[in-house]
């Protein structure tokens, strides 16, 4: 997110805005918002283990996250593999 925030210039993204890579290549365009909520780029998406922290081992196997949304998203578009996502975070 940090690349992404130098590149817009701002620190919640839009409809529009394209969010970017550390090589800043484009990895995403938003296209839609039917959130409620404020986005921003300063705090890491949640995933399944701040919900493990949060609400203990049952309740947070069972609910779902941003980074898991995510996930799910680029491997239903044919576009990652978990591993690839694995891989570009830990090289």
């Not at 938003?30 to 493990?52: K, P």
Request: aromatic share 4%; with cysteine.
């Amino acid at each position: 997110m940090p690349h992404t925030r130098a590149s817009l210039q701002k620190l919640s993204p839009q409809v529009g805005d394209t969010m970017v890579s550390n090589e800043r290549k484009g990895m995403l365009t938003v296209l839609e918002d039917t959130s409620d909520g404020i986005h921003d780029t300063l705090i890491a998406a949640c995933d399944r283990w701040r919900y493990l922290e949060l609400l203990g081992e049952e309740e947070g196997q069972e609910h779902r996250s941003c980074e898991g949304n995510m996930v799910e998203a680029l491997e239903a578009l044919g576009e990652f593999s978990i591993l690839d996502l694995i891989i570009g975070v830990c090289f």
